[in-house]
């Protein structure tokens, strides 16, 4: 799978946008989907997943309640609503397909996940 991001950018604190994945010439079937993000400086934090079985979803405790992350099995694209943003939220972001099940807290780790995407931007200005 060859995840391809889009839906970056330049956004006030409290704005929203939001963030598509597009499993370009695959699909996400058979796959836990996540969504992650670096800051300059700082590690790749896993944000949240969604199973491709039952479409359960995982959040980090630092976007829970602002971000939803949702699939459209017929456009290939996993999405990554984006609420109330914040100064800290600037940073790249990264879409990642891994494993169809993932055993319980590894959703937010990196290595849990084999195809990643280039990066989408979004800048959260104070």
């Known amino acids: 799978v060859q995840p391809v991001e889009s839906g970056g950018g330049l956004v006030q604190a409290g704005g929203s946008l939001r963030l598509s994945c597009v499993a370009s010439?695959?699909?996400?079937?058979?796959?836990?989907t996540g969504w992650f993000r670096q800051a300059p400086g700082k590690e790749r934090e896993g944000l949240s997943s969604?199973?491709?079985?039952?479409?359960?979803?995982n959040y980090a405790d630092s976007v829970a309640g602002r971000f939803a992350i949702s699939r459209d099995n017929a456009k290939n694209t996993v999405y990554l609503q984006m609420n109330s943003l914040k100064f800290e939220d600037t940073a790249d972001y990264y879409c990642?397909?891994?494993?169809?099940?993932?055993?319980?807290?590894?959703?937010?780790?990196?290595?849990?996940?084999?195809?990643w995407g280039q990066g989408t931007q979004v800048t959260v200005s104070s």
């Open positions: 990642a397909a891994g494993k169809s099940l993932l055993l319980p807290g590894l959703w937010m780790f990196p290595p849990a996940y084999n195809d």
């Open positions: 010439g695959s699909t996400f079937d058979g796959h836990t």
């Open positions: 969604i199973s491709c079985s039952d479409g359960s979803t």
